[in-house]
């Protein structure tokens, strides 16, 4: 049976055309450097995100670790929000790995606030540890997108308090494309970018980091700490580079997709979901209905063949991508309003 499968972006298949490239690839040992698919992909993500250089890692935990690693020492303090991806769902590695400390700050509806980032930056104080490191995210995982001038701002307070600014741009291809700018005006306001290929943009496995040559040196070191030193990843690196370089395109796709089914939903009855905050390819909406039918969704609709996420803080997440069709769309919403009747 086929599922419709919206629980996330990263479900997606790789394309056919990803699958012959697989299969094709020049490859070579990376850790000696001498992949020429995996050299190609960073040259071309270095080249795209509009840094010096680029490094190719198994996962995007791997990556912001890694970038983590090489902006701290043991006892830093890096300013994170508490809704972030690093520190919610990294299994706390930034204290296992690098020994720093999260200063986490709140954001109302998860934008960042400049002025409460400024407030956290530590002054000189021998009891105080040293601010490291400033995170971002961009798109977020709320599925909101943070526009070019906040991400400018808080870059200016990096610079201002010499602090370097690492973005986490899981979905960053997503971010500029429902802005409608090229990725590389909101990675210029980063000194180090983290772009996953294997969520919308369909590649089966891996992240890019991005940044001055200096930086990837140690991230590429970091990386072989972690054990991610990798062989003959131009198997990998091959449907990758089609990811970065062919999947952003269609991004805007997925994101009419998710407000045409932003739009269905609210229309059914018991659904609460408002289509115009709808920024990406992400639906989340709230069910006027007894726990009972809300903690039972997720087994009903995986019996009309579409497989969701069950409720989290009061809400349901529907993720549109590259496997799911206009067609689809339709259909699962009709599965939600009969399993809502
Ligand atoms: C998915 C995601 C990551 C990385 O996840 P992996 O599963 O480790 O590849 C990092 N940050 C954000 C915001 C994400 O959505």
Redesign the pocket.
Same mark, same amino acid.
């Given at each position: 049976m086929r599922f419709i499968d919206l629980r996330s972006d990263?479900v997606t298949q790789p394309t056919p055309e990803m699958r012959r490239a697989m299969a094709e690839a020049l490859v070579g040992d990376d850790v000696y450097q001498d992949d020429p698919t995996v050299n190609q992909l960073e040259q071309e993500a270095a080249r795209i995100l509009g840094k010096e250089a680029a490094l190719y890692l198994s996962?995007?935990?791997?990556s912001?670790q890694a970038a983590v690693m090489s902006w701290t020492k043991r006892g830093d303090e890096i300013i994170v929000s508490d809704g #972030?991806?690093?520190y919610e769902?990294?299994v706390g590695a930034v204290a296992v790995l690098s020994g720093a400390n999260m200063r986490t700050l709140h954001f109302e509806g998860g934008l960042p606030q400049p002025a409460l980032i400024e407030s956290a930056v530590r002054a000189q104080d021998i009891h105080f540890p040293e601010t490291a490191l400033i995170c971002v995210?961009n798109a977020l995982?709320n599925g909101k997108v943070v526009p070019v001038d906040i991400m400018r701002q808080v870059y200016e307070i990096g610079r201002k308090h010499n602090i370097p600014v690492h973005l986490?741009g899981?979905?960053i291809f997503n971010a500029a494309v429902s802005l409608g700018v090229d990725v590389k005006e909101l990675t210029q306001y980063a000194d180090s970018v983290?772009c #996953?290929l294997?969520?919308g943009l369909c590649a089966p496995i891996g992240?890019v980091l991005a940044g001055n040559r200096a930086f990837i040196e140690r991230s590429r070191k970091n990386r072989k700490l972690l054990g991610g030193g990798m062989r003959q990843a131009g198997v990998i690196a091959a449907p990758a580079l089609i990811a970065l370089t062919q999947m952003p395109a269609r991004l805007a796709e997925d994101h009419e997709n998710a407000r045409y089914m932003a739009e269905k939903l609210a229309a059914i009855p018991g659904v609460v979901c408002d289509p115009s905050q709808v920024e990406i390819n992400m639906v989340f909406f709230s069910l006027n209905k007894p726990a009972e039918i809300r903690d039972n969704l997720q087994r009903a609709m995986r019996e009309k063949g579409v497989k969701i996420s069950p409720e989290d803080q009061g809400k349901f997440r529907f993720v549109t991508n590259n496997d799911v069709s206009r067609q689809d769309v339709d259909q699962a919403v009709a599965a939600l309003a009969e399993c809502l009747r």
């Open positions: 990263t996962s995007g935990t791997q912001n #972030c991806h690093i769902h990294e995210e995982s986490d899981a979905r983290s #996953c294997s969520k992240t």
